[in-house]
């Protein structure tokens, strides 16, 4: 089962009109379809020993200070959690397949609002920062299945910081069905916009104790 708690009813515009008053960035950005925003939090978090979602880089935990970033940008933030875990803020729960990986979030946010484009992004990249949602948004290509970064090293589509747009719902349920599990290979199969990351520590992710303790913002 999904499971979707909606604390406070929101009510929509028929355009996302998203206004960031602080940043250079700072414009406003009309897209014909609603943009919701997931942070994936699902993992088993082995390496890390403890959950990601709830280390404290920025005076919060990190799905708090990722809830507060995404929020001016999108209509709905949403955590991303597995059945075993719980969370204050707005969450959808895994579906139950028989896979286990991020796509399983994304696909369980699609089956529960599959008309919407949905941006993705890990708990675990501490250094993202509006100016790099700002940038995503503004170079996001709804006509794309996707608008993704280009890792810098391996050239690959980074899957863990996407805008999905609603047509991407399609071929991820044929690739579920297909028990596949890589969201990279599913965005290097499909015209995707590929961007260059402004900064390429922006992407940086945190897997380990060691790398919690030793990491400075
Ligand atoms: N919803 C959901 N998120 C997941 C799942 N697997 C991984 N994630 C998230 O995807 C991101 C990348 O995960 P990984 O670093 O590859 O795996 P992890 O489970 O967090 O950590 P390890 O167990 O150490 O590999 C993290 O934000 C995870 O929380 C899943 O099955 N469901």
Request: charged content about 25%; proline content about 7%.
């Amino acid at each position: 089962m999904t499971e979707v708690r909606h604390p406070k009813p929101e009510i929509q515009n028929p355009m996302t009109e998203i206004q960031n008053p602080k940043s250079e960035s700072s414009k406003l950005i009309a897209h014909s379809s609603k943009l919701k925003a997931l942070i994936l939090s699902g993992g088993k978090s082995t390496r890390m020993g403890t959950e990601k979602r709830l280390l404290n880089y920025h005076g919060k935990t990190q799905e708090q200070y990722l809830y507060d970033l995404l929020k001016p940008f999108c209509d709905e933030v949403f955590v991303s959690i597995n059945a075993n875990q719980q969370t204050e803020l707005p969450y959808i729960q895994d579906l139950e397949l028989s896979v286990k990986s991020p796509i399983v979030g994304i696909f369980s946010a699609f089956q529960q609002f599959p008309d919407v484009a949905w941006l993705v992004i890990a708990c675990d990249m501490p250094l993202v920062s509006e100016e790099t949602i700002a940038f995503l948004i503004n170079n996001r290509n709804p006509e794309k299945y996707a608008t993704a970064f280009e890792n810098p090293e391996e050239h690959f589509p980074e899957p863990l910081l996407t805008i999905f747009e609603a047509k991407f719902f399609e071929p991820l349920q044929v690739f579920i069905q297909q028990e596949k599990k890589s969201t990279m290979r599913l965005l290097q199969s499909l015209d995707i916009e590929l961007l260059q990351i402004p900064d390429a520590k922006m992407l940086k992710n945190i897997n380990t104790a060691e790398e919690f303790r030793s990491f400075q913002l």
